[in-house]
C-alpha cells in the first residue's frame, strides 16, 4: 500500500485520546464538549465581563440606552424542511437570542456563505424566506455580506445573523439569576425542530406530520415581561435542548434544578421518533420554544400569559429550582424516582439496538 | 402513548414492588443481560424501588462495550485508507481504540458515515463504486440478521465495492463462561428480550439443564423489568429453574426463524475475544468461507492485529457482574464520558455510562458528598 493512499493515524502515538488537538463534530452539539472549547480556547483569548455572562445575548450600554447585541451562525442539512428553511431559522434565531435579553429585536446583519455551484432558485427561496420572516418579526436586514467558497467547501449555503435590540431600564435577564424556590415553565412541547431535520435528513418516515416549531419569540416575551417584573432568566433550548439550557443555568446560577417528567410536553410522533432511535427529547434541538425562570408567586400568571399567546398555549410549569444539588438538573420520573438529567459529552448517538 | 404508557405506569409499578416485598424473603443476586436494560433500570431509578436483598449486578449485553480493542483498532485502521468509506453505527464512533477513536479518524479527514441500517451501507456501495464501502458490523444476535441480510443481498448482487468488518458476539456462550467462573455470585438471569426475539429461547432451556439457574426474558420497559425481577424472585423463592417468558408480545420460543435462515446462511461460530472478559469460545459470529470476498479483515489484511487493554480499567470485573463501576477508583474522575478509559463508559448502555450520567446524585448523597 503506497503511503499517500493512508491518512496518518498513529498506531505508536502515546498520546491520550483527549489530548488530540483538533476539532470534532461533537464541539458543536452546545454539550460539554462545546463548552470546554469556550473555556479553553475562545473566553481566554477575549477575557471580559459581558462575554463571560455566556448569555444568549450581551447587553451594553450605549449612550444611555441598554442595547442587546447577539450573533448566530446556521448550517443545516437540509436547507429546506416542513416549517421553514435556513432563511427562516437565520432570522427567527437572532430574534430570539435578543428576546431571551428581554430586548426588542430592531435591526439584523445577514451573511452568506455561498458554495460555488448552488442554484440561483435555491437562494431566492431562501431570500423570500428571510423576507418574510424579517416582516413578521418586525426586524430590518439593515446590513449584509456576501462569499462565496469553492465546490466542496461549504454545504450549499451557511447563513450568519447579528442583531442588535434595545432593552428596557427595567428588565434585568440572566442565566446566574435563579433563585432557589423559582419555578420553570416551558411554552410548549419539545424536540419537534431537531426530530424534524433528523427525520428528513436520513430519510426517516414516521407516522404523523412533523414540522419544525421555528418561530420568532419576542412578542411572547413581550407579554410575559408585561405581565410580571419576576421573571430571572429567559432562555430558548435550541441546540443540546431543554437538558443544557437547564444545566447552563443551574450551573450559572450555582443552583440545583429538579423536573418533573410528566409535566414536559412532547408530540407523540416525536416521543415515537426518539423510542425508536434511542434519543432523549430533552436533548433535542427546538427553535420556538422558551424556558422561564420565574418567582414562586408569580408562576400561575406568567403561566396564564403564556397560555394566551398562540406560541405558549402548551405551556407547562415543568419544574422548581433547588438549593441542593447545586449545579445539577434532576428529574423525577414518572415511577417517581429521580435521576440526572447531565449535560451531554457531544452528540447523541442512536444506539445499536 | 399508547403502547409506552401502560409500561411506564406508576401505580402498577408501585404494586409489582409491594409483592416483590411481600415474596422477598432473603437476599438475591441478579443479573439483566442487556445493555439497553441496563440503560432502563438506571434512568427509571429501578434500583431505588427494588427491596434492599434484591441485588442486580449488570451484564454483558452492551454490544458496543464488548467489542474488542483490537477490532476498533481494525475499524479505524480500515478508516484510515483514503479510497475507503467505513460505514458504522453511531455509537461505535466514539469507542477509544488503543490510541484514537473514529471521530478522530473522521475529524482526520476518513471518510466515517453513520447509519441506522446496514441496507442504507449497500445503497452508497451502489451509488458510489470508486468507493471501497465497509460496514462495520457490530452486536449480538441482534443486529445479527439485518448484517447477515447485506452481505446476502451484495453476493447476490455481485457488488464488488462492499464489505465487512464483522464481529458479532453471541448471549448464551456468555452466560454460560460467567456460570463457569468459580467466582460467580449470579443467581438468576433477566433474558435479552430483543436477542430472544430473533434466536427464541430453546438455547437458554440448555442453560438451566447445564446450570440450574433461573432466566426469565425480559422486555425493555420499566414494567417489563420489574416484573421479570419478580418472576425470578418467585422461582427463586420457590426454589425452581426454569425459563420464563416475560416478553410475550415480542418473544417466542422458535424466534424468528427466517431471520435464522438467513443468519446461518452467511455467519458461522467462531470464538470470539470480549472487551474486558477476555476469549469465549464458541461466543461469536463470523463470515462464512463462501462470502470470504466481504470479509473486510481479509481484504485488508488486518486479521493479526492484537491489542493488550488498559491496565487501570475494571471493566473485566464490571461485565461479569463482580464488581459495582462505583468501585472502581477512576469512576467518575479519571473516567468519564468524555475521557473514557473502557468501553462501559463510552455507551449509554454501558453500565459506567448508566451509573455516571443517571444516578450520579444518588451516589454523591449516599456517600455524604
New interface residues.
Given amino acids: ?1 503506497p503511503q ?15 489530548a ?1 488537538e ?5 464541539h458543536g452539539s452546545g454539550g ?2 462545546s463548552g ?1 472549547l469556550l473555556r479553553n480556547i475562545v473566553l481566554p483569548a477575549l477575557q471580559n465581563p459581558m462575554l463571560e455572562r455566556l448569555d444568549d445575548q450581551a447587553i451594553v450600554d450605549v449612550g444611555g440606552s441598554r442595547i442587546a447585541f447577539t450573533t448566530d451562525s446556521f448550517v443545516v442539512k437540509p436547507l429546506f424542511f416542513p416549517g421553514g428553511d435556513i432563511g427562516t431559522l437565520a432570522v427567527n434565531g437572532t430574534v430570539n437570542d435578543l428576546a431571551m435579553g428581554g430586548a426588542t429585536p430592531l435591526f439584523l446583519s445577514l451573511a452568506l456563505i455561498l458554495e460555488e455551484g448552488l442554484a440561483f432558485d435555491i437562494l431566492r427561496r431562501v431570500m423570500e424566506s428571510v423576507r418574510v420572516a424579517a416582516a413578521l418579526a418586525g426586524v430590518v436586514v439593515v446590513t449584509g455580506d456576501t462569499k462565496v467558497v469553492e465546490k466542496g467547501c461549504g454545504d450549499g449555503l451557511f447563513v450568519n445573523t447579528s442583531g442588535i435590540g434595545l432593552v428596557s431600564s427595567g428588565v434585568r435577564l440572566s442565566a446566574d439569576q435563579a433563585r432557589p424556590g423559582d419555578r420553570v415553565l416551558l411554552s410548549g412541547t419539545i424536540g419537534d425542530h431537531g426530530i424534524t431535520i433528523l427525520s428528513q435528513r ?1 430519510g ?1 418516515e414516521f407516522e404523523g406530520a412533523m414540522a419544525s416549531d421555528t418561530a420568532a419569540l419576542h412578542t411572547l416575551v413581550a407579554d410575559l415581561l408585561g405581565a410580571s417584573g419576576e421573571i430571572h432568566c429567559l432562555r430558548d433550548p435550541t441546540r443540546g435542548g431543554v437538558s443544557s439550557s437547564l444545566n447552563e443555568i443551574a450551573a450559572q446560577s450555582r443552583v440545583g434544578i429538579e423536573i418533573e417528567e410528566n409535566a414536559i410536553p412532547v408530540r ?1 410522533e416525536v ?2 421518533a426518539c ?1 425508536m ?2 434519543l432523549d427529547p430533552l436533548y433535542v434541538a427546538n427553535e420556538g420554544k422558551l424556558l422561564a425562570i420565574v418567582a414562586p408567586a408569580a408562576a400561575e400568571r406568567i403561566l396564564e400569559a403564556m397560555h394566551r399567546h398562540p406560541l405558549g398555549r402548551n405551556a407547562r410549569i415543568i419544574g422548581t429550582v433547588r438549593e441542593s ?1 447545586p449545579a ?1 438538573v ?1 428529574l423525577r ?8 438529567v ?1 449535560l451531554l ?2 452528540d447523541q ?5 | ?1 399508547k403502547y ?1 404508557d401502560e409500561y ?3 401505580k402498577i ?2 404494586g409489582i414492588v409491594a409483592e416483590l416485598v411481600r415474596r422477598t424473603t432473603r437476599p438475591w443476586v441478579l443479573m439483566e443481560i442487556c445493555g ?1 436494560q441496563t440503560h432502563t433500570l ?5 434500583d ?2 427494588l427491596p434492599a436483598g434484591i441485588e442486580l449486578v449488570h451484564g454483558p449485553g452492551c ?2 462495550c464488548v467489542t474488542s480493542l483490537e477490532t476498533i ?1 481494525k475499524a ?2 480500515i478508516a ?4 475507503v468509506t467505513l460505514i458504522s ?6 469507542v ?1 481504540g ?4 473514529l ?8 471518510d466515517v458515515r ?1 447509519v ?1 441500517s446496514p441496507t442504507e451501507a449497500l445503497k452508497f456501495a451502489r451509488a458510489n463504486p470508486s468507493r471501497k464501502v465497509v460496514f462495520f458490523a ?3 444476535e ?2 445479527a440478521p439485518a448484517n447477515a441480510m447485506a452481505v446476502w443481498q451484495a453476493k447476490r448482487e455481485g457488488l464488488k465495492n462492499f464489505s465487512m468488518l464483522a464481529s458479532h458476539v453471541l448471549v448464551p456462550p456468555a452466560i454460560r463462561a460467567l456460570m463457569s467462573s468459580p467466582r460467580n455470585r449470579v443467581q438468576g438471569f433477566i433474558g435479552p428480550g ?1 436477542v430472544c426475539t430473533v434466536m427464541g429461547y430453546r438455547e437458554y432451556e440448555d442453560l438451566i439443564r447445564e446450570f440450574q439457574v433461573p432466566i426469565v426474558v425480559g422486555g425493555f420497559e ?1 414494567l417489563d423489568l420489574l416484573e421479570a425481577i419478580l418472576m425470578l424472585v418467585t422461582q427463586l423463592e420457590e426454589g425452581r429453574a426454569e425459563v420464563e417468558n416475560q416478553y410475550v408480545r415480542s418473544v417466542t420460543f422458535e424466534g424468528n426463524l427466517r431471520a435464522q435462515k438467513v443468519l446461518t446462511e452467511v455467519f458461522q461460530v467462531c470464538d470470539r475475544k470480549w472487551r474486558g472478559i477476555g476469549g469465549i469460545p464458541e461466543s461469536g459470529l463470523s463470515l462464512r468461507k463462501e462470502y470470504a470476498e466481504f470479509d473486510a479483515d481479509r481484504l485488508f489484511g488486518t486479521e493479526g492485529l492484537t491489542a493488550d487493554e488498559p491496565a487501570e480499567c475494571i471493566s473485566a470485573e464490571v461485565l461479569q457482574g463482580h464488581k459495582k463501576p462505583t468501585d472502581c477508583s477512576a469512576f467518575g474522575t479519571r473516567c ?4 473514557p478509559l473502557g468501553a462501559p463508559m463510552v ?3 454501558g453500565a459506567c455510562a448508566a451509573y ?7 451516589i ?1 448523597a449516599s456517600e455524604g458528598r
Fill in positions: 500500500m499517500e493512499t493512508k491518512l496518518d493515524v498513529a498506531f505508536n502515538c502515546p498520546v491520550p485520546i483527549t488530540k483538533s476539532i470534532l463534530l461533537g460539554r464538549m470546554d436520513e426517516l407523540e416521543q415515537g423510542e432511535l434511542g444539588h445539577m434532576t420520573t414518572r415511577l417517581g424516582t429521580s435521576r440526572i447531565d459529552s457531544g448517538l442512536p444506539r445499536i439496538c | 402513548m409506552l411506564r405506569d406508576e409499578a408501585r439497553g438506571m434512568r427509571y431509578g429501578i431505588e424501588m454490544p458496543v483498532d479505524i485502521e484510515s485508507h483514503l479510497e453505527y453511531g455509537d461505535m464512533l466514539r477509544p488503543s490510541h484514537t477513536d471521530f478522530h479518524v473522521k475529524a482526520g479527514g476518513g453513520v441506522y457490530v452486536g449480538f441482534t443486529t430483543h420499566p468519564t464520558p468524555e475521557n455507551s449509554s448502555e455516571y450520567l443517571y444516578r450520579r446524585h444518588a454523591a
